[in-house]
C-alpha cells in the first residue's frame, strides 16, 4: 500500500516520547488497544533510545499486527535513537517515516559488566563462560536487528556493521536517500 504525506498526518496516532522501557511498552499497548481498527494505525516515536529487548518487544507487536492484516506505519520524530531504531526496524521501509530535522542512530549494543572471580577454578571457568555466552547471544540478536532496518535498502548488512561501533548517526534526509525510511514529512 502506498501513502500520502496527508493520510500520515490525518491518521489517527499512536505518541510515545521518551525512554523505550517498561513503562513505554505499557503505554504503547494501552495507546494500542485504544486506537481505531478499522483504518491504518500511526505510531509516532521521539526517543534518545532506551532497553533493545523492550524495542524488539515492541516490534513484534507491530509484526503480530501485520500478519493479521493491519496496516500499521511508523513516524520518527525529532530523534529515533539506539532502541528507537530497533523498533523502527519492526517496520517494512514502506512504511517508515521520519519528520524533517529528525536523526537516526544505530549502534552496537551496550554492555558494562565486572566480573569478579574467586573461588574454586570450575567456577570460575563457568562464570566466565556464561558471561561469553551473553555477549555471543547479544551479538547474535543485534546482527539479527541490522538485518531487519536494513532489509529493502540500499544499505547492506555489513555496512551497518561496520558503522555502527562509533554510533552511526544519520539525518532524515540521509535516512531517504539510503532507503531506510520512505518518506520525510
Known amino acids: 500500500m502506498s501513502f500520502s504525506k ?17 513503562a ?20 509516532a516515536i521521539t526517543t534518545l533510545g532506551g532497553n533493545p529487548e523492550v524495542a524488539r518487544a515492541m516490534a513484534d507487536d507491530v509484526r503480530l499486527l501485520r500478519e493479521c492484516g493491519r496496516d500499521i506505519c511508523f513516524l520518527g520524530k525529532a530523534a529515533v535513537y539506539s532502541a528507537g531504531a530497533t523498533f523502527m526496524a519492526g517496520f517494512p521501509v514502506s ?10 542512530l544505530l549502534h ?10 574467586s573461588g574454586p577454578l570450575r567456577s570460575c571457568t563457568a562464570q566466565l563462560k556464561a558471561a561469553l555466552n551473553e555477549i555471543e547471544q547479544s551479538i547474535a540478536i543485534e546482527e539479527q536487528g541490522f538485518r531487519q532496518i536494513v532489509e529493502g535498502s540500499q544499505v547492506s548488512f555489513e555496512q551497518v556493521r561496520e558503522k555502527a561501533p562509533s554510533n552511526w548517526y544519520l539525518s532524515c534526509r540521509e535516512a531517504k536517500e539510503l532507503g531506510l525510511i520512505a518518506e520525510v514529512i
Open 6 to 22: 496527508n493520510d500520515i498526518l490525518t491518521w489517527p496516532q499512536i505518541r510515545l516520547i521518551g525512554s523505550v522501557d517498561e
Open 95 to 104: 512504511h517508515r517515516f521520519m519528520t524533517k530535522d529528525t536523526s537516526l
Open 108 to 117: 552496537e549494543r551496550q554492555i558494562s559488566k565486572t566480573i569478579e572471580l
Open 24 to 43: 513505554m511498552y505499557a503505554e504503547f499497548r494501552n495507546q494500542l488497544g485504544a486506537a481505531p481498527t478499522d483504518q491504518p494505525l500511526l505510531v
